[in-house]
T-cell receptor
Framework: AQSVTQPDIHITVSEGASLELRCNYS??????LFWYVQSPGQGLQLLLK??????LVQGIKGFEAEFKRSQSSFNLRKPSVHWSDAAEYFC????????????FGTGTRLLVSP | DAGVTQSPTHLIKTRGQQVTLRCSPK?????VSWYQQALGQGPQFIFQ???????QRGNFPDRFSGHQFPNYSSELNVNALLLGDSALYLC??????????????FGDGTRLSIL
């Protein structure tokens, strides 16, 4: 069965420091991979997506992610974190078996310290 | 360009009651998916509607049902509410079936609390 693992429940980063959020997936075919961000009381906003091609993808708000097939990973990175980046981050696998559906990880809560 | 809109934003019900949640998809989108997000968890897929039919269903009981209208808007109905149904219910819209994968766009959700 398809699954997504985000091993870090919480991460605290100092403002201005770099960030890496981990994501590992289990899926038999070539995955469609996504990172979404959720601020408190809000829905999910798409940060970036990987469908094919260049394994380093750029997203909004200065985020990037790298797809590594050999490690089944799709880690999210940002070189310099801002206080406004504090939120919950979800990695997801998109299953396109004719009907599109997302399987999410349990999320990583990012805290930004001054 | 309006995004995905959901109503109501908050709802309080008691056990055994029934509830209907509503979703209008992003302009131009024809597919609506519903997800349940329990506190501290990632969203879980409930079902997806396309061409007014339920196309795929997650691991949810028959108490959860839905509908899609000709204008692509959708409703999620939950009968015989249980305490465990308390969650944020998210609607997502996308374009097309069987085409190149299209990202899903989410609304802000309906927070359902069961007393």
């Amino acid at each position: 069965a398809q699954s997504v693992t985000q091993p870090d429940i919480h991460i605290t980063v100092s403002e201005g420091a770099s960030l890496e959020l981990r994501c590992n997936y289990s899926y038999g075919a070539t995955p469609y991979l996504f990172w979404y961000v959720q601020s408190p009381g809000q829905g999910l906003q798409l940060l970036l997506k990987y469908f094919s091609g260049d394994t380093l993808v750029q997203g909004i708000k200065g985020f990037e992610a790298e797809f590594k097939r050999s490690q089944s990973s799709f880690n999210l990175r940002k070189p310099s974190v801002h206080w406004s980046d504090a939120a919950e981050y979800f990695c997801a696998v998109g299953l396109n078996t004719g009907f599109q559906k997302l399987v999410f990880g349990t999320g990583t809560r990012l805290l930004v310290s001054p | 360009d309006a995004g995905v809109t959901q109503s109501p934003t908050h709802l309080i019900k008691t056990r055994g009651q029934q509830v209907t949640l509503r979703c209008s998809p992003k302009s131009g989108h024809d597919t609506v998916s519903w997800y349940q997000q329990a506190l501290g968890q990632g969203p879980q897929f409930i079902f997806q509607y396309y061409e007014e039919e339920e196309r795929q269903r997650g691991n949810f009981p028959d108490r959860f049902s839905g509908h899609q209208f000709p204008n692509y808007s959708s409703e999620l109905n939950v009968n015989a509410l249980l305490l465990g149904d308390s969650a944020l219910y998210l609607c997502a819209s996308s374009l097309g079936q069987g085409r190149d994968y299209q990202p899903q766009h989410f609304g802000d959700g309906t927070r359902l609390s069961i007393l």
